[in-house]
């Protein structure tokens, strides 16, 4: 920050991926843990922020939780969104959401987990059940992208999976101050 109350944007590196085939496979189910992901129908946005800001507070996923209600609501409540979420021993754990608007292709708008379900063996396996998710709508490909504000070990693991980078860009993100913040998570 440059003075008190002013937010510096962020210069970062966006990397484009595709996947041209699905996997022969994918990672088991973790065991030893209670685990469900599910489709949610005409997710409240409250909810949907939620998700975003616990699971991109620390990466600056900033666009969609600067979106006013009726731009957000057109966003994700239309019919070539495809969101789950996971569910770790009851509690969200993490969320995809999957856009399908693209012809050919199926795009993994958004993937990550909480905090509390990082670094305990689900990375793998969920990224692999967005996937699976993501060709079962029959694309030609699917895309992704990531960011170097994204998890350190993100691109590495998309390409583990199957990706490949496509191209890059430079960006600009200027993250969420707390009042901001407060503000677009405590709307009435």
């Keep these: 920050m440059a003075e008190a109350g002013i937010i510096e944007p962020i210069e970062v590196t966006v990397t484009y991926l595709e996947m041209t085939k699905p996997p022969t496979r994918y990672p088991p189910l973790p065991l030893g843990a209670q685990i469900a992901v599910l489709r949610v129908k005409d997710i409240p946005l409250h909810y949907y922020r939620y998700l975003m800001d616990r699971v991109g507070r620390k990466w600056h996923w900033v666009n969609s939780l600067r979106l006013d209600d009726e731009e957000l609501s057109a966003?994700?409540?239309?019919?070539?969104?495809?969101?789950?979420?996971?569910?770790?021993?009851?509690?969200?754990?993490?969320?995809?959401?999957?856009?399908?608007?693209?012809?050919?292709?199926?795009?993994?708008?958004?993937?990550?987990?909480?905090?509390?379900?990082?670094?305990?063996?689900?990375?793998?396996?969920?990224?692999?059940?967005?996937?699976?998710?993501?060709?079962?709508?029959?694309?030609?490909?699917?895309?992704?992208?990531?960011?170097?504000?994204?998890h350190p070990s993100a691109l590495a693991l998309y390409q583990k999976m199957g990706f490949v980078p496509v191209a890059q860009s430079q960006e600009r993100v200027v993250p969420l101050g707390d009042r901001e913040r407060a503000d677009i998570l405590f709307r009435p």
């Design 75 to 150: 966003a994700i409540h239309s019919e070539s969104r495809d969101i789950r979420v996971f569910y770790l021993d009851g509690a969200p754990a993490g969320f995809f959401d999957l856009g399908t608007e693209r012809k050919g292709a199926v795009e993994l708008v958004f993937f990550g987990m909480m905090p509390h379900a990082i670094g305990r063996g689900f990375g793998r396996w969920f990224l692999g059940a967005a996937i699976e998710a993501a060709w079962a709508h029959h694309p030609e490909k699917v895309i992704v992208q990531t960011c170097t504000l994204d």
